[in-house]
């Protein structure tokens, strides 16, 4: 009886165990929303809706509640985490700048929104990931030019932007139906990081100042170095958006019609909800998730692999990989993918070529220098997983009695061999018998 | 004859008088003939020689364990031990990738094998002969078993040059000898170890066939000459010196079928031989410094033919135009042919190693890597009264009496030792190639005056002419004797002499064994000190480190230390290392040694290029263990400078002045070696009454306390803090 019931525990349990994020299923599934306010919860409910409607489990705390906590036992309990608290100067519970740190260092997807008010956490969290808010606490970014028209905004704080990162993998496959309202607070990108990306920037004619106070010394954001929304994916895959704006999420932007001054054109809804979604498919690995398994390397003809190689040895090197649909593992296909044989710098590089099923091969001659080889794949694209394989293995000399064993050109010294051989024996055989 | 050996031997092997004394008893009581008698002795004195050998080397078992001492030790076990795994053939063409990462070496290639494959003979043997012994107990017994077997050598070395009591008494004597048990103790698991025997049988070999002119002797002496080849670099000296003493021998018109047959037998067997053995390949064709035998071989065939030439004709003068051109031709041709393969590189120029040796400066100023091991350093004064004690008063004694008695043998011993002799003054490791011919030479000397004195002691004052008459072997010798006996108080002088003698030899014995037992017989990974009430204190921490990284590091894990250790690192922790004590490629040292004396940020780089995962460094800091790192640590700058000229010593110096505290360079403060080993040190105390922070190697306060580190974390530190490991931390997730 006891075994059934375990039995029955253990079969309630798969579907929530299944679902738990794993290399093989990288999509997050359990996602912790910190809010300033439970408010928030219906004034973006668009955004949170979608969230849910894919598939995930959205949990959501007050961020100074005093339960919270993101492991227990050493287990993360999220696989993804949404602040949007942006005026929450500290948060409950366990949860402090170095544990959401911690969580992003383990793998996990964090989303960030600062907003007007925002609180030095939130610049600290974003600090860390690269991302440098406007030191001014006062200041928005304010365009002229690229505004939206609206009643209620003066200032011209309400902007528009279309001015998105190129790349389908981030953004869809679909181009953006609508430009993107946006009013919030300019950052820039810490040039000592090469791992942040602007994916939405400001126009040519935006900058970040108080729009109440009159502006008395230049404005230290401006232009298009200012950035609105920008993406961190760290070396551990562990991918981040840090939004300068809270509002892009809200269900007021999506629905909202944009007509942006001096433009003839009224988009009947804003680009925000396209944005926002595709972000967060992006965001919690439902897009460009790359694995590589079944890395194979042996001697063309055989196909045991060695634990070592000699020199000019001819080898077949195949990977493959696999991209991740969301649902499913589908072959990835490209013809840049590259192989080194490295030994502090490429001996070998190779293009790898694919059959469609996303398997890689290709095969090389092994250099004439011996030494411990890497096959190496550093597979770095745009909004893609880095892929980055290296195996080891080492490449011997010849042994002593792997050289051929006569050389045509050394005829003449055997021979020289021999005769003498021969003529010191008829030699021996004279001076000993013949007096 | 018997007496006068026992004389000479009493004072050497003093606590064996008794033995000796009740073994003869014994013999009278058989009433053997004084010859049979003498053999007895004889055997009797070499057989407790022999043993004696193999127990005065014992002194590291017992005090601390079977171990294998220091640094290439290490190596060579690790070689002996895949050697009796895997077989001859794997271990003839072993590439290892283990060492040198990531280029690795080819071990088969670049090693002696002569020492592994001695160990793995007896080893096999004694398996056969069903001894389960494990091949550590081998490996740390070799040498002292080679120690035994040398004396064994010495003793009929000594008797071919001289007499059977001066081969006695060198065997007693280079039994014991400090400059080659520090070779050869037990655990010194070492080349020397098996080659100063294959070096001294191969001299004895050549001498008896030089003696003989016999064919067999000749080739004995070459086989000899390949297992010396096959053990040691230290070859090349056999390959020099026999070609000049031969040249010795020609110019002094000492030239004879003899002295041709030996030394082109030997030559020519020998050279085919050793090309046998993959290191040294066709460097006898090949290389500079094995030219000089090649040139004495042609200069004997030439010999040879004007010999004949001049045998056919009987004009002198017709012989005399002949001769010129002969000789003219000759010369002229060897020059020619020396010069071209100079010019085309057929023949390589001399290595450094080489001219290190005959200039004592050149390694200084040129290769930094082979003047920074401290045994390539010039040897003080004092290691020569250390290793030699009163050898080096008997030594010109014994010049004397070679020079008195002339011989092809005595030739060579004098040359053999003047010229090791000077060796022995341009590097310390070399004492140990002299110390055979400064045994032999102070035994000739011994052995010479004691029976000269003894002759004295027991003539009848009247009948003292007829015992000259009967005096055996030194005519010469005894006719000065003779001359003299008008003296007064000649008897009782030389009683006292013979008193005085044996009083040095006793002193000699005693200071043997305080050597043996104080200064040779320290492993080196162990270490012992004595503690603030007089007990011994052991510092096991090195074996504690390379265990540590055996149990919890990556099996595939690389670890970059300084070269000293690698070896040790491979042998005793199993894991990759970046250099070891093979240092074949400069650049690989000096790019370690860069990472060593770069910031921290810089190294990391270097360290990314290279794979490294754990750094290990040597620090004696709170110990006051004088060899380490950082005391090493200007020959990194300098090895790492001599490549990269970007690091400079005078970055790290402060007026010429080497510092590690407030007033050090604020490079030195920085540098990852000054990072890694005074990391957290600041906040330990050391000694009572000093500041925290006190460096007790270097005795001062160190100049930067608060060392934080980037990117590395410390990930073990052995219970005295001698060594230290650390890790390398992965490039920064979200940058």
Redesign the interface.
Known sequence: MAVLRLIAALLMLSPILSLAFSPENPTNQRILVLLDDLAIKSSHSIFFKSLTDRGYNLDFKLADDPKLSLQRYGQYLYDGLIIFAPSAERLGGALDLPAV?DF??SGHDLILAADTTTSDLIRDIAA???VDFDEDPEALVIDHTSYAISKTDTGHTLIVSDNVIDSKVILGEKKLEAPVLFQGIAHSLNP????VLKVLSASPSAYSANPKAEISNPPALIGSSISLVSV?Q???N?R?VISGSLDLFSNKFMKSAVKTFGSSVEHGKSGNEQFVSELSKWVFHERGHLKAVNVQHHKIGETVEPA?YRITDYLEYSVEIFEWTGKDWKPYVADDVQVQFY??SPYVLKTLSHNNKGLYSTSFQVPDV????QFKIEYRRLGYTSLSLSK?I?V??F??NEYERFIISAYPYYGGAFSMMAGFFIFGLVFLYHK | MTGKTDVALNSVMAPLTLKMESLQLSMKNFRLKTKQQELLLRIGVLCLVYVLAFITRLFSVLRYESMIHEFDPYFNYRTTLYLTEKGFYDF??W?D?ESW????R?I?GTLYPGLMVTAALIYWTLRLLSFAVHIREVCVLTAPFFASNTTIVAYFFGKELWDSGAGLVAAALIAICPGYISRSVAGSYDNEGVAIFALLMTFYLFVKAVNTGSLAWSVASAFGYFYMVSAWGGYIFIINLIPIYVLVLLVTGRYSLRLYIAYNCMYILGMLLAMQI?FVGFQHVQSGEHMAAMGVFFLMQVFYFVDWVKHQLDDPKLFQAFLKITVTGAVGAGGLALGLGMASGYISPWTGRFYSLLDPTYAKDHIPIIASVSEHQPTAWSSFMFDFHILLIFFPAGLYFCFRRLTDATIFIVLYGLTSLYFAGVMVRLILVATPAVCLISAIAVSASVKNLAVLVRSKPKAASSVVSKGSSSLKASAKISVDQSLPFQRRGAGILILGILYLLTSYVTHCTWVTSEAYSSPSIVLAARGAHGDRVIFDDYREAYFWLRQNTPP?AKVMSWWDYGYQITAMGNRTVIVDNNTWNNTHIATVGRAMSSYEHEAYEIMQ??DVDYVLVVFGGVTGYSSDDINKFLWMVRIGGGVFPVIKESDYLVNGEYRVDKGAAPKMLNCLMYKLCYHRFGELSTEYGRPPGWDRARGVEIGNKNVKLEFLEEAFTTSNWIVRIYKVK??????
Do not use: K
């Not at chain 1, 011996?370 to 080889?373: A, E, I, R």
């Not at chain 2, 990462?101 to 690795?104: E, S």
């Not at chain 2, 992965?730 to 940058?735: A, E, K, T």
């Open positions: 740190l992003v260092d860390e990931c690269g000592a990081n090469s791992l961190v760290g070396r551990n562990a981040i070592t030994m502090m011996y030494g411990v080889f080891q080492p011997r000399p042994r002593h | 003839w063409n590439f990738y990462y990531p280029l690795g080819i088969g993959r595939d290029s290279l992965p490039p920064v997730n979200r940058w």
